[in-house]
T-cell receptor, first 115, second 112 residues
């Protein structure tokens, strides 16, 4: 049982480049989340999804897009990377009932540097 | 701004001592959760307390919730060096049960 898997684990981008971060979960969870974590700060919610084919904006959605074409996958896209997007990105998922009712499971993170 | 805020931001104690961390939040909630993050790793769920509960225990962890003050506390008793980590509280931002948001965390260091 792999849980939540993020790909890639590390990436260096040049300003203006695009990339997609992949999150996959094998727990049949309805809810999935993308967060960013900057040094000395907590996690800030970028986008989330309450089910296949649905997405919603979180606290800091600007500069990012997401898609949930399959229940087990949640993709985070950066169309034109900026240095301000240098961060560690975490994906999480939770079971039906919503994240506030059940625990969320996290991936190990993707460390992204934009130069 | 973030829904939850932890206090203190950093805490250093000796092994065997108790560690208390506090969390304040802004809007009404369904539940409040506490998570732990070891350096360079993802978050791991510790305990969940529902809005109609006032106290909950799990091993050496004790969580309290005061909805009138919009605050929660996490107590780790008889701390160990292995408890060194960052601790975060999390709540549902829009009280809809589907938008989990975190505070800034408390960095706990337990000295052997």
């Amino acid at each position: 049982n792999a849980g939540v898997t993020q790909t890639p684990k590390f990436r260096v981008l040049k300003t203006g480049q695009s990339m997609t971060l992949l999150c996959a979960q094998d727990m049949n969870h309805e809810y999935m989340y993308w967060y960013r974590q900057d040094p000395g700060m907590g996690l800030r919610l970028i986008h989330y999804s309450v089910g296949e084919g649905t997405t919603a904006k979180g606290e800091v959605p600007d500069g990012y897009n997401v898609s949930r074409l399959k229940k087990q996958n949640f993709l985070l896209g950066l169309e034109s990377a900026a240095p301000s997007q240098t961060s560690v990105y975490f994906c999480a998922s939770s079971s039906p009932g919503g994240a506030s009712n059940t625990e969320a499971f996290f991936g190990q993170g993707t460390r992204l540097t934009v130069v | 701004s973030q829904q939850g805020e932890e206090d203190p931001q950093a805490l250093s104690i000796q092994e065997g001592e108790n560690a208390t961390m506090n969390c304040s939040y802004k809007t009404s909630i369904n539940n409040l959760q506490w998570y732990r993050q070891n350096s360079g790793r993802g978050l791991v769920h510790l305990i969940l307390i529902r809005s109609n509960e006032r106290e909950k225990h799990s091993g050496r962890l004790r969580v309290t919730l005061d909805t009138s003050k919009k605050s929660s506390s996490l107590l780790i008793t008889a701390s160990r060096a292995a408890d060194t980590a960052s601790y975060f509280c999390a709540t549902d931002f829009n009280n809809a049960g589907n938008m989990l948001t975190f505070g800034g965390g408390t960095r706990l260091m337990v000295k052997p």
